[in-house]
């Protein structure tokens, strides 16, 4: 993966001020059909939360098992959030739009955005 | 990869001790076994030292999936036992992957599988070509994932993937109430399940191991005891040896001359049990330590197994009666154990027994006393416990000696229930009389060799034990200064009886002299008569020739008629 500045470093200190960048990763195992269902859901809900303000990394373990033990992947598929902190896990097809919102943390983002 | 034989299961030795013997051979190869008891009973252990064994001692590398403690965790719990796993890991004989489940930080949002867990083990196998694998606690999923039937059919299909992949897992499970494990595993996991208990009895634990299942193989039934020591875990012991045992003609001394000569003139059968019983401080440790010292004079290794006293307290004590065992520890042909009895549970204390026994292979053993077990155990333990101890020792040859301490008067039922374990038995006790008490033996049997039916005095000297008769006559059996007075009053009598013979004897012989002078008086006088009778004959004769001399002188000068 490509290195990112992800704190965006504010200037003023505030630490609660949420990133510009999401950073996320979906682990897939093939392209099986429930991939390929949380893949396009997430793109959804991304490009209808986040516009343009989130890097998506899919990674399929069948090609870099290696990967798994780093993110603790035990579930397929599972989306990771990796920024902003804390690292939250939603396990998978997400196809229940409303509980990836919550697990994202989107819901508060869009208030504080608003 | 799954080998289709339709011979005997295949078997995949674990290298543990005893435990292999138990399962005849070892796991199911190719097949998942469950391991399940309670937090604390040594599930992970066992696994952990299945795996380590398979590495070093079989080269079948292994993969360790921990969802419980990390691979550091991990090393450090193993490395007590003498394990190396930082050291295998990086040979690459063994691999360990650290499955974390933080349920805090996993949102559900829909189906999904455990595909992630199939490629990490995958990976994981093939990283290292294992062929044993360990899941330990693999039921921690089901508290850090969500929707438990889709968890169960996960599971499901990775027990079906293991065995399709040919690798012996082990699966460790925590005990659930009323069923094997919480989570129902057993229900998956079908071919070997090994139940590990933890018991508290009286404040004492005692590991139990027992094999619940085993489809395809025969296996010991029982609960078996296990203990978790320096080298290990094992598994004690051996399913029950049974009375195969040989036995030999060979003697062995007592190291008391007199008790040899009790026992037909040679001591102990080699390779026989000894008890020797009785209340306190009846003299039962100074007898072990005779057999003890005569063992060691010949050379011989000795084992000591002190439940009482301290080795330094045995010796000094020892000292006082003329035995110096410090000599034979000195040489390394004495080695004592001491421990307290109430220090582990009885299985612990037998399991150390034997292996102290296993390392330091006396030709003698002695337990003083066994029957401190009884602190440790119920009678029907210990008792079971004994008869694996006697059958071991049996095996393998060695001479042993008990000592018991009996209560009150049942002097013939010790409180062990061993006695018909017992090939010779010394009963020794305490004779309350005429205000003192003093110590007898008795021999109340001593299987396959003459022995004597007579009760000794036993005696502790400064030389050691000695025995004595006791004394057996019209007053009864007397011991101790009884016996010393009644001894002197019968030496006074046949010293009179013999003063007695003597005045008679020169009684007789005073009457046979005056007699003798008697006669000699008589003949004497006689002689005298004698004499004087054959002086008057002669004079008589003497006169009748002279008067016939004169009478032809007469004639003569008559001028009488010549005739």
Redesign the interface.
């Known amino acids: 993966m490509a290195a990112k500045d992800p704190f965006n470093s504010p200037s003023d200190g505030q630490r609660t001020a949420p990133p510009t960048i999401w950073e996320l990763r979906l682990y897939v195992a093939g392209r099986t059909p429930r991939s390929l269902t949380a893949f396009a859901n997430l793109k959804a809900i991304c490009e209808e939360n986040l516009g343009g303000r989130y890097t998506l990394e899919v990674i399929d373990l069948l090609e870099n098992p290696q990967l798994a033990a780093g993110d603790q992947i035990l579930a397929i598929p599972t989306l990771v959030r990796r920024l902003p902190p804390p690292v939250r896990k939603i396990i998978g097809d997400l196809s229940n739009t409303e509980r990836v919102l919550v697990g994202l943390d989107l819901r508060t983002a869009r208030a504080v955005e608003e | 990869m799954n080998k289709m034989t339709l011979g005997p299961l295949e078997k995949c030795p674990t290298g543990i001790e005893g435990l292999d013997e138990l399962l005849n051979g070892g796991l199911p190869r190719g097949r998942p076994t469950l391991v399940c008891g309670s937090a604390g009973c040594g599930k992970t252990l066992l696994a952990m030292e299945f795996l380590v064994r398979g590495a070093v001692e079989f080269g079948e590398p292994g993969v360790f999936m921990a969802f419980e403690e990390n691979g550091q965790e991990l090393a450090q719990n193993v490395a007590s036992l003498g394990f190396d796993l930082p050291g295998l890991i990086a040979a690459k004989k063994v691999a360990v992957?650290?499955?974390?489940?933080?349920r805090e930080?996993?949102?559900?949002?829909?189906?999904?599988?455990?595909?992630?867990?199939?490629?990490?083990l995958?990976?994981a196998i093939n990283s290292v070509g294992a062929k044993r694998v360990v899941l330990d606690t693999v039921e921690s999923?089901f508290s850090g994932?969500?929707h438990p039937m889709i968890l169960r059919g996960e599971l499901r299909r990775l027990f079906r993937w293991l065995k399709e992949r040919g690798v012996t897992v082990i699966i460790t499970g925590e005990r659930g109430e009323g069923s094997l494990t919480r989570q129902g595993l057993e229900e998956y996991v079908s071919d070997c399940v090994i139940l590990l208990d933890h018991r508290i009895v009286e404040q004492i634990s005692t590991r139990r191991l027992r094999v619940v299942k085993y489809r395809g193989s025969t296996h010991g039934t029982n609960e078996y005891p296990f203990l978790i020591g320096e080298k290990g875990f094992s598994v004690l012991p051996i399913t029950s040896l049974g009375l195969q045992h040989v036995a030999r003609n060979e003697r062995v001394s007592t190291g008391v001359p007199r008790l040899d000569a009790m026992l037909g003139g040679n001591g102990y059968y080699r390779g026989s049990t000894v008890l020797v019983s009785g209340t306190a401080g009846c003299g039962k440790t100074s007898l072990a330590a005779h057999f003890v010292d005569a063992a060691c004079a010949r050379g011989e290794r000795a084992l000591l197994f002190a439940f009482e006293e301290s080795p330094s307290q045995i010796v000094r004590n020892m000292r006082s009666i003329g035995i110096d065992l410090q000599p034979a520890v000195d040489a390394g042909l004495l080695q004592f154990h001491a421990a307290r009895p109430a220090m582990h549970g009885l299985e612990m204390h037998l399991a150390a027994m034997l292996r102290a026994i296993d390392e330091f292979e006396p030709a003698v053993v002695v337990v003083d006393p066994a029957s401190a077990f009884v602190v440790a155990g119920n009678d029907y333990d210990v008792k079971a416990m004994m008869m694996r101890l006697v059958d071991y020792l049996k095996t393998k040859g060695i001479t042993a000696l008990f000592c018991a301490l009996t209560a009150g008067e049942q002097l013939e039922s010790s409180d062990l229930a061993i006695s018909s374990l017992i090939d010779t038995w010394l009963l020794l006790r305490v004779i309350d009389l005429a205000g003192e008490r003093n110590r007898a033996l008795y021999l109340l049997k001593s299987r396959g060799m003459w022995h004597s039916n007579q009760i000794r005095e036993f005696v502790l000297t400064d030389q050691g034990v000695d025995l004595v008769d006791v004394y057996v006559g019209p007053a009864g059996v007397l011991t101790g200064s009884g016996r010393m007075a009644q001894e002197a009053a019968e030496k006074a009598a046949t010293l009179a009886r013999q003063q007695e013979i003597g005045r008679r004897r020169r009684d007789l012989e005073r009457k046979r002299l005056a007699l003798e002078a008697q006669i000699a008086a008589l003949r004497v006088a006689f002689e005298a008569e004698e004499a004087e009778l054959e002086e008057a004959i002669r004079q008589g004769e003497d006169r009748e020739s002279v008067l016939v001399e004169d009478r032809v002188d007469m004639a003569r000068l008559r001028h009488a008629d010549q005739v």
Request: avoid cysteine; hydrophobic fraction near 45%; aromatic fraction near 12%.
């Open positions: 992957d650290f499955v974390s489940v933080a930080e996993i949102e559900a949002t829909g189906e999904y599988d455990l595909e992630g867990l199939f490629i990490r995958d990976h999923l994932l969500p």
